[in-house]
């Protein structure tokens, strides 16, 4: 297979040779490419001719879909399972990626577990060659942008044997820009050895909400200009690894209760709090050289009074990214499916008033043929101007250039064996995982736990739906990682809901051990998760919970008896296994809460404030 790739590799080359050729470009690696993260701004004056006479033999169509990034379903780009020609046909009125290319010229594709585009390193390898090798195939050979949402932590769809580093909050709470930057890279370099060249991460909004339904630990934490050092650190990262990054969601969507995949949500912030709270860490991105920056579905009517959703606002892409904060890179929306976008005005009118609001990069429409020919009809009417067309077109060709595409766009077999999920890669995430757990009580001194007299271990808790596809569930990670750290472990799943039987379950299971662990996934002052802890601390037997999202679980079990509670910011392995070696005394509690817990019965009043994380 890998020398199948190498092989195709060399066969396909001489495409790029002809894009090059086409543009009246040199093929020499490198020709193109703006290297490291200097801004797509600074691509040379000869560059930007080359790429300005190339749209210039671009047809309209080609121009309009240069602006789409389109789901697919698939593993490959032109010999899908037949369940996803089937959904491509209902969905897309095509059988496959390269069809859909063909057809509707799109600048990029995202990839998505659900859509069956990330089985595996090798399969994701061939599948961003085939759909370079469809790009070239055009009319104007053009190659695409491949896009993914790889925050880490809670958002993930390339999963194991890949490398999983730390989320946001994780990262926030082990503090160290260095820790951040090398996770970017990491996980960049693993991004770029399967073709996806375009990650949607780091997520630059401030979490000043803890009610956040759909922001939370993707978030670095709450405090500002913390958040801007660690969005620039991993925009450097990302960068330096050769991809384009991608700070989210602007203008901030931190202080939000309503979820934008659902509804609109509404930002009370005046002016002033806009820019001493959300706005430090897009500058601190952009000053960073960030390359593309993705718009909020949110309504924020300080900032325009219109209450149109950000990602359709010209007062705030255009006044405020463009003209005031200086942005010249690639404006991308969010999800064009998603509700908040959807609310105000129909499917067709929104890729116009996007276009129009200053936005570069159509994202994921729910119908590609209405989005795509509403502006399509917009510019041959003259709604919008072909020129304001060609704007976008050349800051995405200059994205393109700078991430060397035109050089050379295919990936190999061996590139992907020399660098997806190395030992060295592995073991810098699990380095890192152990410095961002954070230890917030221990109320009976019961850590690091002795295997000599706390040695018989039960796990019990919440197992929520593996962020990453690959990884979990959490009991059985957490009760292997204690079993492999020389402890004896059983797992006993009891869910986010415990049941009474399931409560009962586990105070039995728990007659004769040492320990119990307990896995708390967002304890609200309802959950039947604070009855299980509190059954179980009444058994006498010790107790240590994880919170394996949201830190703020602690609020609602504090004082449960002698226990010890501990955040971990997500359920994937690398930081349940981390969590398991701070418990065992391997390594120290080093993390400090990013975020403030208020009280239970008191949320006016702070539990644990920034910075709070205990140690021994």
């Not at 925050?151 to 082990?174: D, F, K, N, W, Y």
Request: glycine share 10%; aromatic share 4%; charged share 20%.
């Amino acid at each position: 297979m890998h020398h199948r790739t190498s092989r195709r590799t060399l066969l396909t080359a001489t495409a790029a040779t002809a894009v090059a050729a086409a543009a009246g470009m040199a093929a020499a690696p490198g020709a193109l490419a703006s290297q490291g993260s200097a801004r797509s701004s600074h691509t040379s004056a000869a560059t930007t001719r080359r790429l300005k006479q190339l749209i210039s033999r671009m047809s309209l169509e080609e121009k309009v879909g240069q602006l789409f990034v389109m789901r697919v379903y698939g593993h490959s780009a032109t010999d899908p399972d037949q369940a996803d020609i089937d959904a491509n046909l209902a969905e897309i009125g095509v059988r496959t990626a390269a069809e859909m290319i063909a057809k509707y010229h799109v600048g990029g594709i995202i990839y998505f577990a659900w859509a069956h585009n990330t089985r595996d390193p090798h399969q994701i390898a061939e599948l961003s060659n085939g759909i370079q090798r469809a790009g070239l195939a055009g009319p104007t050979p053009l190659p695409l942008l491949v896009s993914t949402d790889q925050e880490h932590g809670i958002v993930c769809r390339v999963g194991e044997p890949a490398t999983l580093m730390p989320g946001a909050m994780a990262l926030g709470a082990g503090g160290s820009r260095s820790d951040a930057r090398r996770a970017g890279q990491i996980a960049g370099t693993e991004l770029a050895a399967i073709g996806i060249n375009q990650n949607y991460a780091p997520d630059a909004d401030v979490n000043v909400n803890p009610a956040n339904p759909v922001i939370g630990v993707r978030s670095f934490g709450s405090d500002p200009q913390s958040v801007a050092g660690m969005v620039a650190a991993q925009v450097k990262g990302y960068q330096s690894a050769g991809i384009a990054s991608t700070a989210k969601h602007f203008p901030g969507h931190g202080d939000t209760s309503t979820d934008s995949h659902t509804g609109l949500p509404v930002i009370g912030h005046t002016r002033e709090q806009w820019a001493e709270l959300d706005a430090p860490p897009f500058r601190a991105a952009i000053a960073a050289g960030i390359d593309s920056i993705m718009t909020a579905h949110i309504v924020v009517p300080a900032l325009d009074p219109s209450e149109d959703p950000a990602t359709l606002s010209k007062p705030i892409l255009t006044g405020i990214l463009r003209e005031e904060l200086g942005y010249d890179g690639v404006v991308v929306t969010d999800s064009l499916g998603m509700q908040g976008v959807r609310t105000k005005y129909g499917d067709e009118r929104v890729p116009v008033l996007a276009v129009q609001a200053g936005v570069d990069q159509l994202l994921n429409p729910p119908s590609l043929d209405v989005s795509w020919n509403a502006l399509l009809a917009a510019v041959r009417s003259g709604e919008i101007s072909e020129a304001r067309l060609d704007e976008s077109i050349l800051r995405i060709l200059r994205l393109k250039t700078k991430l060397g595409l035109f050089d050379q766009p295919f990936v190999t077999g061996h590139g992907v064996d020399r660098t997806v999920g190395t030992k060295a890669h592995l073991d810098a995430a699990d380095r890192i995982a152990e410095r961002t757990t954070t230890l917030l009580a221990d109320e009976g001194r019961l850590l690091p736990l002795s295997r000599r007299s706390h040695r018989n271990l039960l796990v019990v808790g919440a197992d929520p739906a593996s962020p990453s596809g690959t990884t979990g569930p959490p009991t059985k990670t957490l009760a292997e990682a204690f079993n492999e750290l020389g402890y004896t472990a059983t797992a006993l799943p009891t869910g986010t809901a415990p049941t009474k039987a399931a409560i009962d379950a586990a105070v039995a299971a728990a007659q004769g051990k040492d320990a119990v662990v307990v896995g708390t996934y967002n304890v609200s002052a309802t959950s039947s998760q604070r009855t299980l802890v509190r059954a179980l601390a009444a058994t006498g037997v010790p107790v240590i919970t994880i919170a394996i999202r949201n830190p703020y679980d602690i609020a609602q079990l504090a004082g449960t008896g002698h226990a010890a509670h501990l955040a971990a910011y997500s359920w994937t392995d690398v930081e349940l296994r981390a969590a398991a070696r701070v418990i065992a005394g391997r390594a120290r509690p080093e993390g400090k809460l990013p975020v403030p817990v208020q009280r239970a019965d008191d949320p006016s009043k702070v539990l644990f404030p920034v910075g709070y994380g205990l140690t021994y």
